[in-house]
């Protein structure tokens, strides 16, 4: 491994805690093709164990590095050509650990369009700037007597020239500007303004209209919300360390003086202060809050992303409700409720569209054709989607269960964000291509209940509507973040390979859409898969995916017990050896925790598998394709509190979580605007991050504690006491604004706490 390649794998290895052979080992693994999902699973030995996400950081961290050790060898270059690299330069480049650290290091050797200081070197007038900097106790207005010439036209032109050229040279000083950088993030405030003549336009932003909070601390929605505004011409936005201070000499002019050992002895001194002055308001003010402008959209962004990310997967590890014939709403009113009825794969077996509401009315009829598809297909659990006349069409289906015998179905209300993308998306028209658009979210909505990761990974993820400001976030970063956690899920539950749909499949370690299509096409032509050997038939698939995705997949009461594990085909020696040992058929041996339990795993180490790989084994053979997501359970919405009008402070109810941010949690209990419980009302204690309280998904019962009908806003409670916010409580203008997210609109009730269009779905 190269020089370079080793201080990276160092440099990672501290930051993720673990040793530089560990992540050159990843590293090797990664750059060769192989899947994080893969590597964190299957070759523990290799990496001494690291997990995904510790692999997942270190591929970024390596990323960044490694095109940080690009940009400093071109850098190098460009120095050494222009015949001015010196080994004390060659040492400080090699030292930079960032990319803003390196290209202070290069501004002054950078290539750049004709510069003030530029022509004043053209008119002979750095040799006035130099003997006004080495010669303190000088006057510069005499120095600058002996440079007037006819392209410097008196001593004034002149100081000006010196001036440009100083100036210059103090803001292209490395060292210096990595300190002003540094003494703006500590102390820079950030405000916010409304544009004169934009407060009605922009009431939305009232929050921001005359608004400052220091830099360092300021949260990412807020930071996102201001920074929308002046996208939106509402908001000027600003980043300033000496706004409010009413000294004549500010900190930062004092800083380069003394950067510069530059005192108050004579006009020399007098003279290079007011240069000093001058290099910090024309040149480094501005570029240095420019740099922390975007440094602080960045950090937005990144906390932004991984709020997204962290509700994404709870999203999609939810409990699934299992392989039951399900029945599928698609509440509407004018157009109708759409019907669709699956099996226990998610095979459509029927549709139908009932018109129960207004204009039609046509209760009985609507209840005449639920009860007969119930009956006909035996239906076991009832979605229902969340969206408009979400609670009539519950009623509804409450009054039908009324009617049908015992066992009756259990209805769930479930969330339909994305449904209408899907229904819309070319995977949809493949799946259904003669079934009706509208039909098609009916069938997306029963079969989510089903299992929800198999249906969502058929949506783009920044449809789903689990996120705050998506549409404002870097989207190749957002994209590639969520795709990692959709990876992760998918391989993290696994996949049966005899039911799995091509959006699935293509999710696996090492497949991908063309591959996935392959094994579809294959298993649509020759019929079930018997073994995971199989997939070495299919076109394309060869050894090298097939390493990478048969752990991963699942094959039912097939004719290898293992291949309906996650023990990898490789390692099917070990596992028979192990059942060998034991004495038992291998059917029997599994999921007989007391035998394995027994069983030492030092005694089936060997050269190749360690004892990481052995002991997942036996932890698979004690629970053979066990599902990592939690017992399938529901919120049960009160009957009569159908609208947020019926809604009145201090009733407690149950709710679905269904979303978690920064500033709180949003919680569906079934009257079409989610409640928000402040991160300030979640426990009865500090709670720092919402997400050590709640997760996307959770059935939580709640207090209502305010209500504001015009406004559609809810506020929530989960605390046990009157509910008052305990000691470090947000600031009141804690209010994220006008997040894009799709379906039912979110509201934060009246504590102040975050606007409902912070978090609204279109």
Request: net charge neutral; proline share 5%; charged share 30%.
């Amino acid at each position: 491994m190269a020089a370079a390649e080793l201080q990276i794998a160092r440099i990672v290895a501290d930051e993720i805690k673990a040793r530089p052979d560990q992540v050159a080992s990843a590293l090797e693994l990664l750059d060769g093709g192989a899947t994080v999902p893969f590597v964190a699973r299957y070759r523990k030995e290799a990496t001494g164990g690291l997990d995904d996400g510790q692999l997942r950081t270190l591929a970024e961290r390596v990323t960044y590095l490694r095109e940080l050790e690009a940009r400093r060898t071109a850098i190098t270059e460009s120095i050494t050509t222009q015949g001015k690299m010196t080994d004390e330069l060659s040492g400080k480049i090699a030292a930079v650990t960032t990319k803003s650290e390196l290209e202070d290091l290069y501004l002054p050797y950078k290539p750049k369009r004709r510069t003030r200081a530029m022509i004043a070197r053209e008119n002979g007038l750095q040799p006035l700037a130099d003997a006004i900097f080495e010669n303190r106790s000088a006057d510069p207005e005499k120095l600058a007597e002996a440079y007037v010439n006819e392209n410097v036209a008196d001593t004034r032109a002149a100081l000006d020239g010196a001036r440009d050229i100083l100036s210059e040279q103090f803001a292209e000083n490395a060292e210096l500007v990595g300190r002003l950088r540094q003494y703006m993030r500590d102390n820079a405030v950030l405000y916010a303004k409304v544009v004169d003549g934009k407060e009605e336009a922009g009431a939305k932003f009232s929050d921001y209209f005359a608004h400052s909070e220091k830099f360092a601390t300021a949260p990412g929605h807020r930071v996102l919300a201001m920074l929308r505004g002046w996208n939106e011409e509402v908001l000027t936005v600003a980043i300033e360390a000496d706004r409010d201070d009413p000294a004549p000499v500010k900190p930062a002019q004092r800083m380069i003086a003394r950067f510069f050992d530059i005192g108050a002895e004579g006009k020399a001194d007098e003279f290079l202060m007011q240069v000093a002055g001058w290099c910090w308001r024309v040149k480094l003010s501005t570029s240095l809050s420019l740099d922390l402008m975007r440094e602080m959209r960045e950090r937005a962004e990144d906390e932004a992303i991984h709020v997204f990310a962290r509700n994404l997967k709870d999203l999609l590890l939810a409990a699934p409700a299992g392989s039951r014939v399900t029945l599928g709403l698609d509440p509407g009113i004018r157009t109708g409720v759409k019907v669709a009825a699956v099996d226990g794969t998610g095979k459509l077996l029927d549709t139908a569209t009932i018109y129960p509401f207004q204009p039609r009315n046509d209760v009985q009829g609507a209840m005449a054709v639920l009860k007969a598809l119930i009956a006909r297909h035996k239906v076991s659990l009832i979605a229902i989607g969340n969206g408009t006349a979400s609670r009539e069409t519950e009623k509804l289906v409450a009054d039908v269960l009324k009617a049908v015998p015992e066992p009756k179905p259990m209805k769930v209300v479930v969330s339909e964000a994305g449904a209408s993308v899907y229904s819309a998306s070319e995977t949809a028209a493949k799946e259904f291509p003669e079934l009706d658009v509208s039909l098609r979210g009916a069938v997306s909505i029963a079969r989510r209940l089903q299992d929800p990761l198999a249906e969502l990974v058929k949506i783009e993820p920044k449809s789903i509507g689990v996120g705050q400001y998506q549409h404002d976030v870097d989207q190749f970063k957002l994209s590639r973040s969520l795709d990692a956690v959709v990876e992760d899920a998918v391989n993290g539950v696994g996949v049966d390979l005899n039911t799995a749909s091509v959006p699935l499949l293509a999710r696996v370690s090492g497949l991908g859409p063309s591959l996935a299509e392959s094994i579809v096409i294959h298993r649509d032509a020759n019929g079930a898969f018997k073994s995971r050997k199989e997939l070495l038939k299919v076109a394309r698939l060869g050894p090298r995916a097939f390493e990478q995705c048969a752990g991963f997949l699942r094959i039912r009461d097939g004719a290898e017990p293992l291949d309906s594990s996650a023990v990898h085909p490789e390692a099917y020696d070990v596992a028979k050896k192990i059942v060998a040992a034991c004495g038992r058929d291998l059917r029997a041996l599994m999921g007989d925790s007391a035998a394995l339990k027994a069983v030492d795993p030092r005694a089936f180490v060997d050269e190749r598998f360690g004892l990481p790989t052995v002991r997942d084994i036996l932890s698979e053979l004690e629970k053979p394709g066990r599902d990592p997501r939690p017992e399938f359970k529901t919120a049960s919405f009160a009957d009569g509190i159908d609208v947020i009008s019926d809604l009145k402070p201090g009733m407690v109810l149950e709710g679905t979580v269904t979303n978690v941010a920064a500033f709180g949690a949003f919680v569906d209990i079934g009257v079409h605007q989610d409640g928000l419980v402040h991160v300030s009302q979640l426990a009865d204690r500090f709670v720092k991050d919402p997400h050590e309280i709640v997760k996307a998904g959770d059935v939580v019962k709640v207090r209502v504690v305010d209500v504001d009908v015009k406004r559609k806003r809810i506020g929530l409670s989960m605390r046990k006491d009157d509910g008052a916010p305990p000691a470090r409580g947000p600031r009141n203008n804690d209010r994220p604004r006008n997040n894009d997210r799709g379906g039912k609109q979110q509201s934060p009730g009246a504590f102040g706490a975050a606007l409902a269009d912070a978090m609204r779905r279109k």
